[in-house]
């Protein structure tokens, strides 16, 4: 007998498996697969057959079958990849209430290792085990139905701003100074230079509503971030918007209608991969609340938390605070200091700032605010942050053409999917994470 592995030939895929139903009795069709379970039953062999979509049964009478076909599903082994040409047979008793009679079957690649945990079904193992050999694992049930929100959150994210006159851009992700001022960026070699990975497109994204008013990036942010958390990455896709003559207020309300839009999109194209997550639509407050700074600091330090008024507002405080309002909610108004320094002061009271986070509960989504327009003012912030203006000359030298108000806001596309799939962990809704442990695969 020839070789059991096989080319493609001339097969083509007819229909994936939930395609399979009552209806199609009698049809020939070709399926393309992975083996997930083969058991054999008096005389009968029952190979389920799993693609993209979820499953179907191919069932093999060894009575009747031809001496290449039995020969091949004796050499299969579940996890296989596989290709059946067959008669769909209605069947009560089958999924979707039909099977597939092979007259043909080709096994395309045997699988030679079997993963140290169960894909289909049975207990999840550790994440770190998982993540060993990511490409098996995202397999799972659950795993290609967060990734189906995801897809939908970015696809939603996309329709709504383009629907909205944003232009979608590209900026530079190897850049040559430090451009926020952290300590938490990548140096890379540029050839021979010294260059850095971008921590955001923010610099670049203000500059270009000059040309273009209203842009949007959907793009790779790096942060050498210390510590490892549930929710930070080093490695992260951000949604950015900057758009010109608008300030916080605006792009808060434009936030809120793009996360509602999100929320929405979800509900209505995911409820199966809502279902398998064992999760409801998230349910969104009409309005979201604003909520200053200067207040909450207030409210927290009565009821005992460590909160200080001047500080970002981090750990225990933020879970204190995410149990008062555990929805959708922005808290604006920060204290000038604790932002960059591209964010603008209040006109009236410069210690505070036109600033605003958006939450989750405890878990920050998004950072935004108006920015300072004026060269004059943005070269005194560099100072006071203690920022070199020399290495920003290229782009102070844009705030000499006309630099209009404008306003904008980063928006983590992991944290945001978190929410959606209901995952305490950032990792689970990244194909391949990266932090300061991992960098593999
Ligand atoms: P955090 O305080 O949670 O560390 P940040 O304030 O440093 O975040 P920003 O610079 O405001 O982050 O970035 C905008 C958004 O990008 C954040 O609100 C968050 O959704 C996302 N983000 C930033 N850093 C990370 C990270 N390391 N991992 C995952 N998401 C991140
Ligand atoms: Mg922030």
Not at 236 to 252: G, K, L, P
Request: glycine share 8%.
């Amino acid at each position: 007998m020839a070789k059991l592995e096989e080319g493609l030939g001339d097969w083509r895929r007819t229909h994936y498996s939930i395609q399979i139903t009552p209806e199609l009795d009698g049809e020939s069709v070709t399926l393309f697969g992975w083996v997930s379970s083969i058991r054999t039953q008096g005389g009968i062999v029952f190979i389920v057959l799993t693609d993209r979509d979820g499953n179907v049964q191919v069932t093999v009478n060894k009575g009747k079958a031809s001496k290449e076909t039995l020969a091949r599903v004796e050499a299969l082994k579940p996890h296989s990849s596989v290709a059946v040409q067959g008669v769909v047979k209605a069947m009560a008793k089958a999924p979707n209430g039909a099977e597939v009679v092979p007259e043909r079957l080709k096994i395309l690649s045997i699988a030679t290792e079997i993963p140290s945990f169960s894909v289909y079904g049975g207990e999840t193992p550790s994440l770190d085990k998982r993540l060993d050999i990511r490409a098996v694992d995202l397999r799972r049930d659950k795993a290609q139905a967060t990734f189906k929100i995801q897809r939908v959150v970015l696809s939603s994210v996309r329709e709504f701003l383009s629907g909205r006159g944003y232009l979608e851009v590209r900026t530079p992700k190897l850049i040559s100074t430090a451009t926020e001022g952290g300590a938490s960026l990548f140096s890379v070699l540029y050839y021979n230079r010294p260059s850095f990975l971008a921590q955001s497109p923010q610099l670049y994204k203000e500059e270009l509503v000059l040309p273009f008013e209203k842009v949007y990036e959907i793009g790779p942010a790096f942060r050498a971030e210390e510590s490892r958390t549930q929710r930070h990455l080093s490695e992260i896709t951000s949604i950015d918007i900057e758009e010109a003559f608008v300030d916080y207020n605006d792009v808060m309300d434009t936030l809120e209608a793009l996360i509602k839009h999100v929320v929405v999109s979800v509900k209505d194209d995911c409820s199966k991969d809502l279902e398998k997550l064992g999760r409801g639509a998230l349910s969104v407050p009409d309005r979201f609340e604003r909520l200053r700074y200067t207040e909450v600091v207030e409210h927290l330090a009565k009821e005992g938390e460590d909160a200080t008024w001047g500080e970002d507002l981090t750990g225990p405080t933020t879970e204190e605070l995410g149990k008062e309002h555990p929805s959708f909610y922005f808290i604006t108004d920060w204290p000038t200091q604790t932002k960059p320094f591209y964010i603008k002061p209040k006109e009236d009271e410069p210690k505070l700032s036109e600033a605003f986070d958006l939450m989750y509960g405890a878990l920050e989504l998004a950072s935004g605010g108006s920015r300072v327009s004026s060269k004059s003012l943005l070269v005194k912030r560099l100072k006071e942050q203690k920022l070199k203006p020399q290495a920003f000359e290229h782009h102070l030298k844009v705030f000499d053409y006309g630099m209009p108000p404008h306003a904008g806001f980063g928006l983590g596309m992991e944290r945001l999917t978190m929410v959606l799939a209901g995952e305490e962990n950032i990792r689970e809704v990244t194909l391949y994470p990266r932090d300061k442990l991992r960098l593999t695969p």
